[in-house]
Structures are given as structure tokens and as C-alpha cells.
């Protein structure tokens, strides 16, 4: 075996111990999430499970329940560590400990299944979930990462397979898909808007085109977005259930981003620029800066390209060639190590986001995902790290 260049390059040489004391949040979710991903590909590695661990309880602090936003589908994703968490320590014989994960995992899904807020009967796109209360009637391609894909891996650990409540579920999961990707997909840019907003003359959705074509959809293809929606479309196909009858849609979906993907790859380099649709010529108008090739929308789609081959969910000769391209141009395009031994990621976006109305800043537009005052470019950020972590475990089994 030989342990994974990522595993080697943001735990074991750099300050990743952090992670026992982070809060309760996506991005170190998504570390976390990835850490213990590692530990099942390598068992011996008992301290990669040992430190999700100690995330878990420093999160949960004794109890069973940890705090979320009101219908804020970010507020959930973390909760994805608890199937397997709980799945160890049942095997371990710690009944304590699996009971707890357990219930905390019950109490995100159900939140979401039952408690989020969704787009109303009168409005298109009826039953998707909010993106978060703070944008009502809102979809985010980040959202099918954040919720439908937890909501997936708990009808997959804890569901009935064949019950007509779980055949439900499948099919609400199955519908958050279809809905953004019906209201955001360019077939002649073949990408996927960032956001869309059902009713685009709210005023938390002032950056939403207001007339068709893509009427409530976000101006530009921005790349971390398509990224959080790929890798969410790979993880829900991977346990969905074949026969169900909304499977085949969701194929198609995937087969359909993979394809504007390549379409998009930079073919010098073999990555992808934070937005898609551009090349380093564009630049912002507020602050010069230009269209720039972006680290972790670039592991987010090494990781699914390789996983949806390995699943058999997209032609593996058409592929292969890409996911190869792209995983190289991620070591030689981001990938740095210092003499004192330290290896850190470039190159990633900050963060971003459309409104809502109290941030007119938050546009959509080039000039915000170039320019914004949220949207820096930095370095070693979690949301780089862990899709790393995870198209490098890929890499290594195909």
C-alpha cells in the first residue's frame, strides 16, 4: 500500500490536529468528511478515523443533537461523517457513542425532509428546498452537496429498502436534481447556472435574470458550484437504488455535466477556471483581476470524473483521459511544498455567494467572482483540501 499523497500532504505534515476542535460547519465537515473517507481506504490509518472522532464529540459536547440554521441546507452537510462513525462503534461493540451519531444523523435528515423550508405550490420548481431562509425560493447547485446528498446516505444506511416511504424519499432526493438542473442548464454553453431564484422579482434576488431565456437564473457559470453539484450527483448515484425509477434522469444528468466539463477543461493545463465559460483574458472590472484556474472546483471535478468512471456512470475511454489531464494538472498547478517540508494547495476562491438583499455586493457577475469583497483568492482553504483529499483517493483506486 502506499498511503495517499493527499493523507501525506494535509494531515500528517501539516497542523490538521485543528481539525479535533473545529466547528460545526461544511468546510471542516468536508475535511473531516474526507479524512475519514481515507481511513476506509487505508484501515491501518487509525488515526485519520481517531481524529473525525474527536470532530464528532467536540461537536456534538456530550449530547446528540448539534445547532443548525433555520433551513440553511449548508448547516447540514457535516452531518455526512455520522453513517460511518456510527456504523464503526456499533461494530466496536460502543452502543453509546452509535446511539448518539445515530440520532444526530435521524435529526439532520429529518430537518431537512420535514422542517426545511421548499418553494411554494404556486411557484415553478415547487417542493426544492431553500437554499436557506435568508433566500427564499432559492436553489444553489452548492445546496444537492449540502442536503439531498446527506438526505441520500441516510435512506442508504438507515432506510427500507422497497417501502413505499423510502421509494418517496428517493424519489424528493431525485427531485431536487431534476428541478435545479431544469431551470439552470445551458445546453449551449452545456453548464449549469450558479443559482436560481423561483421568483426572481423578490428583492433577495436582484442579481436573477428576470425575463427568459433562464428566467430567476444567477448571470455566470461559476466553477466551485458545478463542483459541489457533480460530486453530489456521483455520491447520490452511487447508493441510489438502480431500479427506482427516477435513476435513470439523474444518469443522464451526470452524463450530461461530465460532458460540458470536458468541454470546458483548460487544455494546457488540464484544470478549470473559477468561471467556467472564460479564459484568463477576462478580467474584473473593479479590480483588474483575471479569470484565474481555480483549485478547488478542479479537485471537486477530478474527484467526480474518476469516481463516476469507477462507478460505470459515465464512458470510461471518453473519460479517463480528462480525469487523467486534470489530477496531473492539479499536482503541478497547486500543489507546493516549502523546504521546511510543508505542502500547501493554491489557488482557490474564498468564498461566494448572490445576495441576499442586505449584500447588493454579491451580484453574480464577472466582476463579483473576480472582484468581491468575499471572493479573495487564497490558499490551504478547507473547501480545496478535502475534494483533494478525495480525487486523490480516487486516483489511487482506479
Not at 421548499?118 to 437554499?131: D, E, K, N, V
Not at 454553453?189 to 444567477?218: E, I, R, V
Not at 467556467?276 to 483575471?290: E, I, R, V
Request: hydrophobic share 35%.
Amino acid at each position: 500500500m502506499v498511503e495517499t499523497r493527499a493523507m501525506k500532504t494535509f494531515v500528517t505534515n501539516r497542523k490538521e490536529q485543528q481539525l479535533a476542535t473545529a466547528h460545526w460547519d461544511y468546510v471542516p465537515g468536508l475535511v473531516a468528511f474526507s479524512v475519514l473517507k481515507a481511513w476506509e481506504q487505508y484501515p491501518e490509518k487509525t488515526a485519520y478515523y481517531d481524529i473525525v472522532k474527536a470532530y464528532a464529540d467536540h461537536c456534538l459536547r456530550g449530547g446528540d443533537t448539534v445547532t443548525v440554521g433555520e433551513s440553511n441546507i449548508d448547516d447540514l452537510a457535516a452531518g455526512k461523517i455520522f453513517f460511518t462513525l456510527y456504523k464503526t462503534e456499533t461494530a466496536k461493540g460502543n452502543q453509546a457513542d452509535a446511539a448518539r451519531y445515530k440520532h444526530c444523523a435521524d435529526f439532520l435528515r429529518n430537518k431537512l425532509k420535514y422542517k426545511h423550508k421548499r418553494i411554494g405550490g404556486t411557484l415553478p420548481g415547487a417542493g426544492g428546498f431553500y437554499h436557506k431562509a435568508q433566500y427564499p425560493n432559492q436553489m444553489w447547485l452548492d445546496g444537492l452537496y449540502m442536503g439531498p446528498a446527506l438526505y441520500a446516505a441516510w435512506e442508504n444506511s438507515f432506510g427500507k429498502p422497497g417501502s413505499a416511504e423510502t421509494n418517496a424519499s428517493w424519489t424528493d432526493i431525485a427531485l431536487q436534481f431534476k428541478t435545479i438542473n431544469h431551470f439552470t442548464y445551458d445546453s449551449s454553453k452545456q453548464l449549469n447556472y450558479h443559482g436560481w431564484a423561483a421568483d426572481p422579482t423578490d428583492a433577495n434576488a436582484f442579481w436573477s435574470k428576470k425575463t427568459a431565456p433562464f428566467k430567476g437564473c444567477s448571470p455566470e457559470f461559476w466553477g466551485r458550484g458545478m463542483g459541489w453539484f457533480f460530486a453530489a450527483l456521483a455520491d447520490v448515484l452511487e447508493i441510489m437504488p438502480a431500479n427506482h425509477p427516477d435513476q435513470p434522469a439523474l444518469k443522464q444528468i451526470i452524463q450530461q455535466v461530465a460532458a460540458g466539463l470536458a468541454r470546458h477543461q483548460d487544455k494546457a493545463s488540464g484544470c478549470w477556471y473559477q468561471l467556467l465559460q472564460y479564459n484568463d483574458q477576462t478580467k474584473g472590472q473593479s479590480c483588474q483581476q483575471s479569470n484565474y484556474l481555480e483549485s478547488s472546483a478542479s479537485s471537486m471535478f477530478t474527484y467526480a470524473f474518476f469516481k463516476s468512471i469507477r462507478l460505470g456512470l459515465i464512458d470510461k475511454k471518453t473519460y479517463l483521459p480528462v480525469a487523467e489531464k486534470a489530477y496531473a494538472g492539479l499536482l503541478k498547478q497547486f500543489i507546493r511544498k516549502a523546504p521546511d517540508g510543508t505542502v500547501s494547495i493554491l489557488q482557490s476562491c474564498a468564498s461566494a455567494g448572490l445576495g441576499p438583499a442586505r449584500d447588493p455586493a454579491r451580484t453574480g457577475t464577472i466582476d463579483y467572482y473576480l472582484c468581491g469583497p468575499d471572493v479573495m483568492v487564497t490558499q490551504n482553504e478547507g473547501k480545496a483540501v478535502g475534494p483533494f483529499i478525495m480525487a486523490s483517493l480516487e486516483y489511487e483506486r482506479r
